[in-house]
């Protein structure tokens, strides 16, 4: 036991990590006996929308709120309304037409395909997630009771959404302090500040925007300074220790094929499924494909390619 614990020591001093912990800002954990606000009762509003829900409502896994209805298709039921009791609808967490946010993941405009895949990658296990005992649960359970046909009709109706740009990069040595709220990271709004680390730290713009699941909510991604530049190096040629990601993920990272899009993506989110490709979180069929790129690269390598990413505007996908 002596010798382990000086060994671990040693570790630490030398800034070697052997059993990589999966970082906590990319998997914010909701402090213990977090509960969300009581409802008051007050109608939200959410700009340039008529229409107005309350707080329970939106709080309901089996609504998803309808904000600007002209702005896209009609949301098949599975998305709109899921199904009771295990089923709960696709918009509530990744929103009416898809954008998501920092705590799950952005949709629009993937390939059917591709979403078929991971639905059937959740279902049997290939897909999981570093930090159980967050939102990710839910996701699996919800693959797992969902039927081909709901499957099917969530896939068309995401892939036929156009994307578009929802996120800023920030690149700066000093942030605002943040706290984590339903799963994801929200700025304390008191003024205070702190070094930024080796970290993304992506917060919406107007949390009680995004807490209404606004379609339109904006997000700020914070990152160190340099991110976007090395991303974008490694990104192009690999840099000796990856995989240039244009010849499969197409040009300005658009998409190309089945092969989903990165370009203005959640930094948070990209980042969250390096990760889990190095760590074993994803091992799909297609997931195979992602091995040699990242076998090498460390975190810090991870939250550049993540942040050039998210850096770019969505851009047309490649056939
Ligand atoms: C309870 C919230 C919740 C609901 C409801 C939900 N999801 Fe998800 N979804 C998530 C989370 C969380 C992730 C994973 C984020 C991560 O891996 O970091 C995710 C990821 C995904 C992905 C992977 C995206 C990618 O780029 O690989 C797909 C596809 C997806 N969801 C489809 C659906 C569909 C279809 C439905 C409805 C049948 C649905 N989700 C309902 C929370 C949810
Ligand atoms: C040989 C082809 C190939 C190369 C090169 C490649 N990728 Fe991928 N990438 C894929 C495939 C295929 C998937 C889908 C994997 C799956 O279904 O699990 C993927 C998925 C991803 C995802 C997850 C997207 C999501 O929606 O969940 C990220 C992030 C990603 N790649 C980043 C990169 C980066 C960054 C590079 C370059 C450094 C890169 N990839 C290079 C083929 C590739």
Redesign the pocket.
């Known amino acids: 036991m002596k010798r382990i614990a000086v060994a671990g020591v040693l570790l630490a001093a030398t800034g070697v990590c052997l059993a990589q912990t999966p970082p906590e800002w990319a998997y914010p954990v909701n402090p213990p006996g977090f509960k969300p606000k009581a409802d008051d009762g007050r109608p939200r509003h959410v700009p340039s929308s008529n229409a107005t829900y309350t707080l329970t409502q939106l709080r309901d896994?089996f609504i998803s709120p309808l904000w600007h209805p002209a702005e896209h298709p009609a949301q098949p039921e599975?998305?709109a309304r899921g199904r009771k009791p295990d089923?709960?609808?696709?918009g509530?967490?990744?929103r009416a037409d898809g954008p998501g946010g920092p705590?799950?993941?952005n949709?629009m405009g993937?390939p059917a395909k591709y979403?078929v895949q991971?639905?059937a990658d959740y279902k049997s296990g290939a897909r999981k997630?570093a930090v159980p005992g967050r939102?990710?649960d839910?996701?699996i359970s919800?693959a797992k009771a969902?039927t081909d046909a709901?499957?099917q009709a969530?896939?068309a109706y995401f892939a036929s959404v156009r994307p578009r740009a929802n996120i800023r990069i920030v690149e700066s040595e000093i942030i605002p302090r943040t706290y984590v709220t339903g799963w994801h990271l929200a700025l304390m709004d008191k003024g205070e500040q702190e070094a930024i680390g080796q970290r993304i730290v992506e917060v919406p713009e107007v949390l009680e925007q995004f807490e209404s699941r606004d379609t339109h909510a904006r997000f700020i991604a914070y990152v160190p300074p340099g991110s976007v530049k090395k991303g974008e190096a490694l990104a192009a040629t690999g840099g000796g220790k990856t995989v240039a990601c244009a010849g499969c993920h197409g040009r300005a990272l658009g998409g190309a094929g089945d092969i989903?899009a990165l370009a203005g993506r959640s930094p948070t989110?990209l980042f969250?499924?390096l990760y889990e490709f190095k760590h074993g979180g994803r091992t799909g069929v297609q997931s195979q494909q992602m091995k040699p790129t990242v076998e090498n690269l460390a975190l810090e390598d991870m939250i550049a390619l993540a942040a050039y990413a998210a850096s770019l505007a969505p851009a047309v996908r490649e056939e």
């Open positions: 896994r599975v998305v089923v709960f609808a696709c509530f967490c990744h705590e799950n993941a949709l993937l979403i991971q639905m997630t939102n990710v839910l996701m919800l969902a709901e499957i969530a896939a989903p989110y969250r499924q």
